[in-house]
């Protein structure tokens, strides 16, 4: 179960990283924060992203750090979930958020 953590600890480390420097490098992520009516949310969501996956990499060595930082990754792609589902956009767009909630949800059980 460890080496599957780790896997998971990894990809997460690596979207969230891509996904927060891209709301502060991508106009396409300005047009999809302004497309989900939370435009104003577009950098404080990167910053909380890239300083989470920040703290998933300090969590190897700090478990509190660890579980604040997956639990509030899951945390963030359930809302993401939920802005999806208000906006209407089909399900299939929902599931990369869907996964990353399922798979941070899992970094935060393997490590209690």
């Known amino acids: 179960m460890q080496f599957i953590s780790e896997i998971a600890r ?3 480390i690596a979207s969230f990283t ?3 420097l891209s709301c ?7 047009a999809e924060f302004q497309r989900y009516r939370i435009a104003r949310f ?8 890239v300083g989470a996956s920040f703290g998933l ?9 660890l ?8 945390t963030m792609m359930f809302f993401a979930v939920i802005v999806r ?3 209407r956009d ?13 798979l941070n949800l899992f970094i935060v059980v393997a490590a209690l």
Not at 24 to 30: A, G, I
Not at 42 to 49: E, K, N, V, Y
Not at 57 to 65: A, C, D, L, S, T
């Open 10 to 12: 990894g990809i997460s």
């Open 42 to 49: 577009r950098s404080l969501t990167g910053i909380l992203q």
């Open 85 to 87: 589902l208000r906006i």
């Open 67 to 74: 579980l604040l930082s997956a639990g509030g990754l899951a």
């Open 18 to 20: 891509w996904y927060g």
């Open 90 to 102: 089909p399900l299939y767009a929902a599931l990369p958020a869907l996964t990353l909630f399922a």
């Open 24 to 30: 502060f490098l991508s106009e396409k992520m300005v």
């Open 57 to 65: 990499v300090v969590g190897h060595f700090n478990r509190p750090i």
